[in-house]
């Protein structure tokens, strides 16, 4: 099992640019979170997926985007870059339960974006 | 969201049991305890979770107040590995079922001494 894969591991992207990262889930998993996580910070939810919509979104701006494929793989797109955006995104995976019982996250190595 | 209160920082030393503290004094009914950790320059990996009942996994054990209002991660024999950020994380199972957002604070960092 490859666990929650990430793609590009880095990238050097410059200001006001358009930047797209994916993420494939852990087998079995239907569920994807991204998070953004700035330099000594812990992770920020930005939004999560489900069923090809998104069903939760955290306090990011439009310019964060998302899209989630019928093979429950995902990417986040962020436009317009800022400086501000330099961080680690994560993506998470998980099943999707219904009831009141609760279940762990396999987060991916992350992708380290850099806004020049 | 509930949120939790870690100290910023707790060194051990390699092969002796660890407990890292966290309090939650407004957790809610159905507020599951998490506990996740994240070694440098990885992503975050699970470590545990629990609702009322202390817990044992192969990785850690958590033991709640009865109040629920602390919980406590116990390594059981640290080593050079466990040196890590370790998050104490309250989840609402009611918003959203088990896929609600995981809120990370600040976390707890462990050193382990040689």
């Known amino acids: 099992d490859a666990g929650v894969t990430q793609s590009p591991t880095h990238l050097i992207k410059t200001r006001g640019q358009q930047v797209t990262l994916r993420c494939s889930p852990k087998?079995?998993?239907?569920?994807v979170s991204w998070y953004q996580q700035a330099l000594g910070q812990g992770p920020q939810f930005i939004f999560q997926?489900?069923?090809?919509?998104?069903?939760q979104r955290g306090n990011f701006p439009d310019r964060f985007s998302g899209h989630q494929f019928p093979n429950y793989s995902s990417e986040l797109n962020v436009n317009a870059l800022l400086l501000g955006d330099s961080a680690l995104y994560l993506c998470?995976?998980?099943?999707?339960?219904?009831?009141?019982?609760?279940?762990?996250?396999?987060f991916g190595q992350g992708t380290r974006l850099t806004v020049v | 969201d509930a949120k939790t209160t870690q100290p910023n920082s707790m060194e051990s030393n390699e092969e002796e049991p660890v407990h890292l503290p966290c309090n939650h004094s407004?957790?809610?009914?159905?507020?599951?305890i998490h506990w996740y950790r994240q070694l440098p320059s990885q992503g975050p990996e699970y470590v545990i979770h629990?609702?009322?009942s202390n817990v044992n996994n192969r990785m850690a054990s958590l033991a709640i107040a009865e109040d629920r209002k602390s919980s406590t991660l116990i390594l059981h024999r640290a080593t050079l590995r466990d040196a890590a950020v370790y998050y104490c994380?309250?989840?609402?199972?009611?918003?959203?079922?088990?896929?609600?957002?995981?809120?990370f604070g600040k976390g707890i960092t462990l050193s382990v001494r040689p």
């Open positions: 998470a995976s998980s099943s999707n339960l219904q009831g009141w019982e609760d279940t762990e996250a396999f």
């Open positions: 087998s079995g998993h239907d569920t």
């Open positions: 997926y489900y069923e090809e919509e998104e069903r």
């Open positions: 407004t957790i809610s009914g159905t507020d599951y």
């Open positions: 629990g609702l009322t």
């Open positions: 994380i309250l989840r609402d199972v009611e918003i959203a079922g088990a896929n609600s957002k995981l809120t």
